[in-house]
């Protein structure tokens, strides 16, 4: 059976290049950059060039590059250090309803400890209104945390335009780029962004590695406790063969981005075009223009049927997606991405992700199209809803109450 | 994750659609939580002669729909009434916890369609 791949967005295959120039520092060069001895000596100088290859790909110093475990732990810290350093000043932070979870439940945390939170909306296509943004600024306001792009849908968010809004009102910007680096480019200083977080294994690197970019003079509390690493800014012995694959990942990326950005355009235009055309009853959660979208990212609906079964369905087929319904949420609500949307409750469960690599091929996606239209069908045939004249029963009183008992 | 048993019913659904002429039909389930179930019957004689579903959620769903119609044809409906969610879900070897709350509605489906036949019949 094929093994098709399109589930990128969620983690990405090591590449054969990273994986090489992480192998010696398994056995051979296993030092600690922190000891003084030669074997600690041999490993500093990979992670300084690590360092060099992450700050060419974000274009800032390589002292303002941190390295640390993940994205979700950059954004904890770029979130939580923040508030703890500048607690003085205000306690309002802004953000938007679509951000990641480490994001979200950061600020739900900070929300519990006297912090205020604004939640911006997004509308039916998933973009800000940047007036609303700039109105919900206010002398409290201590940090505006905006994702580069989003994980779902794939829509790449205005960071230089809202850079520009930050600096005019003085406050420091931070923005999720996980999804965004690598695919598009990320440019840090011309964004005007302050903290910038980013993850090795949506890009090919191994899992386990990210990295900050921390504006020169940006004053944040620590966020790990410990050891003098990374310019005390975050303790721990470095992770070497992350922090080497996080290094050549982001060397490749700078190398290929505008090759790769065509190729995977090019496949997922021809998919989406091929499901939207072949499929009735198909809605594109995600901005119409694809050009501010992620190159690589199709999230669609296809109304009737539950996504897990779709995914389910799939898989049996090869082809590994991601859906945002309930029961692959982990949650007994789907998606908040396709919520903040405005989604039908029923298209929302069925709504499903195809995150592109260059990887793929054209074959591949000949091969999805040819194998959805059916599977779709069949699940459709299925449901209660299709073809459905009575109304579609909504609310359910059990599980407002078990959602309010957790 | 779902047993061999959960992916056979899952990939190869018994009793799927509608029962002709049905005299019970009973729905489960809303959109919110993602799944809806509906079964529909054919009683004669307090036996369930025929019986089929429709289904809108998850693998989990799907899978016990199929199971309930399987264990409730040629049952009494006394007997059917007695079937539980959980027995459901034991004919299946088990489900994943997460799925017991949610998408384990099935018996509650058929039982809504036999009260259904008994209000029309009475």
Redesign the interface.
Known sequence: MQKIYMDNNATTAVKPEVLEAMLPYFCEQFGNPSSVHWAGRMVGGAIEKAREQVAELLNCSTAEVVFLSCGSEGDNYAIKGTADALKDKGNHIITTSVEHPAVLETCEALEKDGFEITYLKVDHDGMLDLAELEAAITDKTILISVMWANNETGNIFPIEEIGTIAKKHKVRFHTDAVQAVGKIPVDVRKANVDMAVISGHKIGAPKGIGAMYLRRGTKISRFMHGGHQERNRRAGTHNVTGIVGLGVACELASKNMEKDYAYVRNLRDQLEKGILTSIPEVKLNGHPNADVRLPNTLNVSFN??????LL??FD?KGIAASSG???TS?S???SHVMGAMGVD??LA?SSTRFSLSADNTEEEVKYILQELPPIVQRLR?????YHREDP?????DE?RM?KKAC | MYTEKV?DH??N?RN?GEVENANGVG?V??????????ISLQVENDIIQDVKF?????????ATSSMVTELAIGKTIDEALILTNQAVAEALDGLPP??M???NLAADALHEAIKNYREQSA
Do not use: Q, R, W
């Open positions: 009737y049927i539950e996504g897990e079964s389910l369905f049996m319904s309930a029961c982990g007994l609500e789907p409750i029923v469960h045939e299925m449901s209660p809803l579609t029963p909504l609310s359910c599980c078990v | 992916m899952f990939s659904p799927v729905e389930g809303n959109a919110s939580c993602g799944d809806i179930m509906k429709k289904t809108f959620g998850c693998g989990a769903a799907i997460a799925k709350h949610c998408s």
